[in-house]
């Protein structure tokens, strides 16, 4: 029997939302009494709390008061956000993005990924503990957990903001608003950078938190108040963003932000695994799913994807087939309404289908045809067909068995699924040796998964568009990376609730048994037995060459791939 050391099993508020900013400066019970007088706090109902969760438990432990001075950034846009803030009092500014004159990403503090040099990625082959699933957080006297937060917080600031606020676009957020939403509820990149203009005091909630609040409030007071926000914010940075309405006059933005309807299908913080809902909507042909817009139906609108997945059908037989999809970026619509302005009826080709949860914009035909399809002496091009990407997959450059496994498996969901040619893979494992390498000896992906036809998709994590893993998740342990977007774990967080593994809907998340650095089992002090946490894979993220079960493949067998990306999907499967 393996030696052991018993730890208290970590719990979700092991280290509440202020430890990382200070653990010597928690959120107090005078700060939660100020702010429950304040609206949208003074007005929820905590009769709908739980005992273990309640409201003054979420406000002390998922959330924090943040404190900026003249010229401090609070959020990045682009980088990938786990929480929202709410302004409690000072002056905030975002910034408006514009062709050509937005903040240069050097002035934001932005620099790359430290990637590990030459010598350190060899020295990987001898350095990596000789102990499977080795953490460092169990060992009691790690110095790193002691000093963690203290001394203050590091922050970007703008050095010049006199010039910021003169050469940029920027607007005032008062006091009392919600900003973050955005990348909170949805899984999103922040989509505006926001600055301190003077000092400002800010509560940061973050995910789990809001999540739970918005939950449990009997009266739904922060849940209105932030889907308000949700709403109206949305829709302007999506038209400001999108690159269909790049270099539109400011005339133009205001009719379509006149017209123009945010709109939002199914719950943003449903577990119910996808692959369950997109089988379900497959054997009761697709009633379950929303219908957006209807195949057949005279062309009302274009619909914009910001986030989620929609399924393309057309009639058959009785029924109905996939013929495609829409991710993030997608629009379906431009077509039969640029036919109909040359004088042809053309009504929708295929159906738009909302698959779990959605959000997107549709706007009006008469204003497609007035703002995006009239001729514009601001634009380089009096049509934006060009750049709007075709979802609808026809002819034989993907066969239809092909799509419907991938929209039905919700592959189509995958920015970097591990695509395997069985046909050309001869088994040697060298990936999943190259993957031990990389992560201390521990392989982060099973050589196993779904089969279609000579590929198979392996139990890798597919660092999805819409990361259904994170959604339950108590502690935020599992993330997106800031700068790059990547699905990652982190050890120090996990308290091994494998929320994340049971939500998984493509077993790539494995809750495995760890040891200490000695090599010890690590098991609960209470119940004596093993305590476990989530693994995954975080794609090589701090590795030269990337990816090193790709690069460790002799036989051009396994490939990476954004299965969103319709070209990348023909060229691997038509090999």
Request: some cysteine.
């Amino acid at each position: 029997m393996p030696e052991t050391v018993s730890v208290t099993r970590p719990q979700r508020w092991d280290h509440p939302f202020s430890f990382d900013l200070n653990p010597s400066s928690p959120v107090t019970d005078s700060m939660i009494d100020e702010w429950l007088t304040r609206p949208p706090f003074n007005q929820m109902d905590e009769s709908g709390f739980r005992k273990s969760m309640s409201l003054r438990d979420l406000l002390k432990n998922d959330a924090r008061l943040m404190s900026y001075q003249a010229g401090d950034i609070v959020v990045r846009r682009g980088d990938w956000g786990n929480s929202a803030f709410f302004i409690l009092g000072g002056n905030v500014r975002a910034e408006v993005e514009s062709a050509g004159s937005s903040i240069p990403p050097s002035m934001l503090g932005r620099k790359p990924n430290r990637k590990r040099t030459l010598f350190e990625s060899i020295a990987q082959l001898w350095k990596n503990p000789s102990a499977p699933e080795s953490r460092s957080r169990f060992t009691p006297d790690d110095s790193r957990i002691g000093n963690r937060g203290q001394g203050g917080q590091t922050r970007v600031f703008l050095q010049d903001l006199p010039a910021v606020l003169s050469g940029y676009r920027t607007e005032a957020i008062p006091p009392g608003q919600w900003f973050g939403e955005l990348s909170a509820l949805g899984r999103t990149p922040r989509t505006a950078t926001v600055f301190a203009e003077g000092p400002a005091q800010l509560l940061e909630v973050r995910w789990q938190g809001l999540r739970d609040l918005m939950r449990f409030d009997q009266n739904s007071a922060i849940r209105t108040d932030v889907e308000k926000s949700f709403r109206d914010h949305a829709l302007e940075e999506f038209l400001r963003n999108h690159p269909v309405f790049q270099g539109l006059s400011d005339e133009k933005l205001k009719i379509l932000m006149d017209h123009a309807e945010f709109r939002t299908f199914g719950e943003y913080d449903s577990p119910k695994p996808f692959k369950d809902l997109a089988k379900q909507g497959f054997e009761n042909n697709f009633e379950s799913e929303a219908l957006i817009l209807e195949e057949g139906h005279y062309p009302n609108d274009v619909f914009f994807v910001r986030s989620g997945l929609a399924r393309l059908t057309v009639k058959h037989h009785h029924g109905h087939r996939t013929v495609g999809y829409l991710t993030p970026g997608h629009a379906y619509g431009f077509h039969e309404i640029a036919a109909s302005s040359a004088g042809e009826s053309v009504p929708y080709q295929c159906s738009v289908r909302a698959i779990s949860f959605l959000s997107g914009l549709l706007i009006p035909t008469p204003v497609v045809q007035l703002v995006l399809l009239a001729p514009d002496e601001n634009r380089q091009s009096t049509s934006v067909l060009p750049i709007v990407p075709a979802p609808v997959i026809k002819g034989d450059a993907v066969p239809e068995p092909l799509l419907e496994f991938l929209v039905e498996e919700r592959f189509v969901q995958a920015t970097a699924a591990m695509v395997i040619d069985l046909d050309r893979c001869v088994r040697c494992d060298d990936c999943v040796r190259a993957c031990a390498t990389a992560h201390d000896g521990n392989p982060r992906f099973v050589r196993h998964g779904p089969i279609h036809g000579h590929h198979m998709l392996a139990n890798a994590c597919l660092h999805c568009v819409d990361p259904v893993c994170m959604v339950e998740c108590p502690t935020g342990a599992i993330h997106r990376e800031f700068a790059s977007g990547n699905v990652v774990i982190s050890e120090s967080s996990c308290i091994g609730c494998a929320q994340c593994a049971n939500n998984c809907p493509y077993d790539a998340i494995r809750m495995v048994q760890i040891t200490d650095q000695n090599g010890q089992l690590v098991v609960d002090d209470r119940i004596g037995r093993p305590l476990t946490q989530a693994t995954k894979c975080d794609l090589c993220l701090d590795q030269l060459g990337g990816p090193a079960c790709q690069n460790a493949c002799a036989h051009d067998a396994l490939r990476r791939v954004d299965l969103s990306d319709v070209q990348q999907l023909q060229e691997v499967f038509a090999r």
